[in-house]
């Protein structure tokens, strides 16, 4: 497989680009005609879609020795403009996957995006149901769901039940994330706050790096919790592992996601999972059977889901199956049935080759090649 890089800008590659603009912009006139008078766009956000233009005019020339047939993009950022512009020029179509925030949050010219493409590809049946409501003209037939999932194989040792039963500890949470803004662990951290001032034992800890670490540092310490939260900062695989197996429960507290991969590795885990109840997350998280649900933004539902397992978790009897234990199978169940990474993908993958290749091409025998290999041809 060759990876292609837009930067650094080249010069010869950049006269080509130019050259290609003049001959084949008129392939370009809807476009720039939806950048520069349509919408409602601000100059800066119109001023970046020019320059997202010319990337994409960049990236043709650099196509066009592949003789690529279709261009299939990952989030509906500037990457899909990029993505849309080379295959205008090149004459070929183009598809993109939306996955969460670039479709709910920054949503920037999806109307052009999604009228141009062949096909979008969306995780979640919220997704899919917010597309069709907000881009009426769209033909629901290209709109295609298409779950993430886990590698099961390589999560080895499932955790069995906490070891709460056989000694009393501080109730274990964790969260795993990067550290900004939509991922709102300032929120958790205020309710860390709620939990402590209500009597409760317990330790937090917060696995992830980024933008926001200062000012959840300064959070921690002006809420005086530096003994029961703990920014953990980037962990290797194996530590993300052993942060697993060590937590009671597994948090969630995004104001804005997708389906969480967080979520479905702890899930697959056999941990107990406390999420809100946004986005495509109660497909996944099933309130009191896969796991448990919390109004998103409201800090008493949240300690209250705390309050309930922990009281649960503490009282679990030593020799029988408890509630909790039927909540951890049927997560594991839940992941592994319909967030499975090899069966979705192998799905993902018949789902694809239908769409970008002829009807006779798509009833060819597939079964036999590997799924992994056909990916790295498109």
Same mark, same amino acid.
């Given at each position: +497989? ?16 130019? #050259? ?16 520069? *008078?349509?919408?409602? !766009? ?41 993505? +849309? ?21 920054? #949503? ?24 069709? @409501? ?21 999560? +080895? ?18 969260? =795993? ?25 317990? !330790? ?10 200062? @000012?959840?540092?300064? *959070?921690?310490? !002006? ?15 194996? !530590? ?30 056999? @941990? ?12 996944? =998280? ?16 949240? %300690? ?33 049935? $319909?967030? $499975? ?14 769409? =970008? ?5 798509? +009833?060819?025998?597939?079964?036999? *090649?590997?799924?992994?290999? %056909?990916?790295?041809?498109?």
């Amino acid at each position: +497989m060759e990876v292609l890089y837009l930067q650094p800008i080249r010069a010869l590659i950049l006269l080509r680009a130019l #050259g290609l603009i003049v001959w084949r912009g008129h392939r370009l006139a809807g476009l720039l005609a939806r950048v520069l *008078l349509c919408g409602r !766009e601000s100059v800066t956000r119109r001023a970046r879609a020019l320059l997202h233009t010319f990337l994409g005019a960049y990236y043709a020339v650099q196509l066009r020795r592949y003789r690529v047939d279709h261009i299939h993009v990952h989030h509906g950022y500037f990457g899909s403009w990029i993505a +849309m512009v080379a295959a205008r020029l090149l004459g070929v179509d183009f598809s993109l996957t939306l996955h969460g925030s670039d479709l709910l949050l920054h #949503g920037a010219y999806l109307d052009t995006k999604l009228r141009r493409c062949r096909f979008c590809v969306t995780v979640s049946e919220y997704n899919r149901a917010n597309i069709l @409501k907000r881009f009426a003209a769209v033909d629901p037939d290209k709109i295609l769901l298409a779950r993430l999932g886990v590698e099961i194989s390589t999560i +080895m040792g499932l955790t069995q039940r906490a070891d709460a039963r056989s000694a009393r500890h501080r109730l274990r949470l964790l969260t =795993v994330g990067r550290l900004h803004a939509v991922k709102d662990h300032a929120f958790l951290v205020r309710a860390c706050a709620d939990l402590r001032d209500r009597g409760f034992d317990f !330790e937090c800890g917060i696995a992830g790096d980024g933008p926001e670490r200062q @000012k959840l540092d300064t *959070l921690i310490r !002006e809420h005086r919790l530096q003994d029961r939260v703990r920014l953990i900062g980037h962990v290797s695989r194996r !530590e993300l592992d052993s942060l697993y197996e060590r937590a009671d429960v597994v948090v969630l507290n995004s104001r804005s996601e997708g389906i969480p991969l967080v979520l479905m590795e702890a899930m697959a885990r056999g @941990k107990i999972v406390v999420a809100p109840a946004i986005t495509g997350v109660p497909e996944l =998280v099933i309130h009191g059977k896969t796991g448990f649900l919390y109004a998103a933004g409201m800090s008493k539902d949240f %300690v209250a889901r705390i309050a309930f397992l922990e009281e649960r978790i503490r009282g679990e009897p030593r020799d029988s199956i408890s509630y909790l234990d039927w909540v951890r199978h049927a997560a594991r169940v839940q992941v592994l049935h $319909n967030f $499975n990474r090899e069966k979705n993908l192998a799905r993902f993958t018949r789902q694809f080759l239908r769409q =970008v290749t002829s009807e006779q091409f798509a +009833m060819r025998e597939w079964s036999s *090649l590997h799924e992994d290999i %056909v990916l790295q041809q498109i």
